[in-house]
């Protein structure tokens, strides 16, 4: 039997409007009847009408989370921890793919948030921010490096830190030819960029010329890619001591071809990632990583929205550091 409010107010002696304000965290209520009312929702099991309570303030109860792509590992597990973050407020997700193309990002951008959802949590590798400027009002937080300080909120890591300081772990083992896969000359490619900056920056400091025929690009960083990438290094007679992928499914390729060189990791090539995905855990080696707070991301950017909805819609738009940290496994530090 679904209790109702009006049950809850029986059972503590209140008004239906007290255990609405109790239930909807108004604080002018006296401690003593809110606590009355505290133990007579644990006693009936109460649960609030999320649907109903939506309604009433004109919204669906349902956010979007637009991503590039999901057979990335990363964007699979960052989309589990907005779901976990956004069901604690009564919300529902729905999930999209782009593609990181621009006509599909426009299309997420613009048309799925006709009163469909109440805000929408984005991705994106082609739209600039003019492109986001002028929309309907539909609130936005934006994740990754393609935007930033745009029209919306946003939540970032740093990524040129980050990657200096995987470099800097591969350096401090004494490799001197680090290799880097991954870099993109194109418009979409801007968390390559970053990491090839942080990359640079760390054999500068370390006083290692930067040697462009040890950088590898991949058009997209997928594990053939990653693969391809290194097949391509190893049979240019550039031989690598170390290779920082610029993610973790660059990575895991890299390994299969070292593998199928005869190489050993680490003792021959030393492998680093980035992103700290679950099979990174579990390939021989296990991998050496960047690790971003995924679940924190998630939070930022579900607490992002819900205060553009509830608090202050017109505040201008704030942009959240993540945090991350370097992850050493057996990749770089051997068993």
């Keep these: 039997m679904r209790h109702r409010l009006k049950d809850v107010a029986e059972r503590a002696g209140v008004s239906v409007k007290t255990v609405s304000n109790v239930v909807n965290g108004y604080v002018h209520v006296r401690p003593d009847t809110r606590a009355r009312v505290e133990e007579a929702i644990a006693e009936l099991n109460y649960r609030p009408n999320l649907s109903a309570r939506n309604l009433r303030k004109g919204r669906t109860g349902v956010i979007a ?22 069901a604690e407020l009564g919300w529902t997700v729905l999930i999209d793919q782009t593609g990181g193309g621009r006509e599909q990002e426009r299309v997420v951008a613009s048309g799925i948030t006709d009163h469909l959802i109440d805000g929408l949590i984005f991705s994106p590798l082609a739209l600039a921010a003019e492109d986001l400027t002028g929309l309907d009002g539909t609130p936005m937080v934006l994740l990754g490096e393609r935007v930033d300080h745009g029209p919306a909120d946003h939540v970032v890591i740093d990524n040129v830190a980050a990657a200096r300081e995987m470099t800097a772990h ?70 690598p001591d170390a290779v920082f992928c610029f993610n973790d499914t660059l990575a895991l390729g890299a390994l299969r071809a070292l593998h199928e060189a005869g ?73």
């Design 65 to 86: 989370l637009a991503v590039p792509e999901l057979d990335i590992p990363y964007f699979a597990e960052l989309a589990r921890h907005v779901v976990t973050a956004a």
């Design 170 to 239: 591969l350096i401090g083992l004494g490799r001197r030819r680090i290799a880097a896969i991954g870099s993109q000359r194109t418009p979409e490619g801007v968390s390559a960029r970053l990491r090839l900056a942080g990359y640079t920056a760390a054999l500068a400091d370390a006083g290692i010329d930067y040697d462009e025929r040890l950088v590898a690009p991949a058009p997209a960083w997928h594990r053939a890619d990653g693969a391809a990438a290194m097949r391509g290094l190893l049979a240019s007679g550039v031989r």
């Design 263 to 335: 190489l050993r990791v680490p003792e021959d090539v030393a492998v680093a990632g980035f992103d700290d995905i679950e099979d990174g855990r579990f390939s021989i080696p296990t991998l050496s990583t960047i690790a971003p707070d995924k679940e924190r991301i998630a939070r930022l950017a579900v607490e992002l929205l819900a205060n553009r909805l509830d608090s202050d819609p017109t505040a201008p738009p704030r942009e959240l550091p993540a945090p991350y940290h370097l992850t050493p496994r057996e990749s770089t530090l051997g068993p």
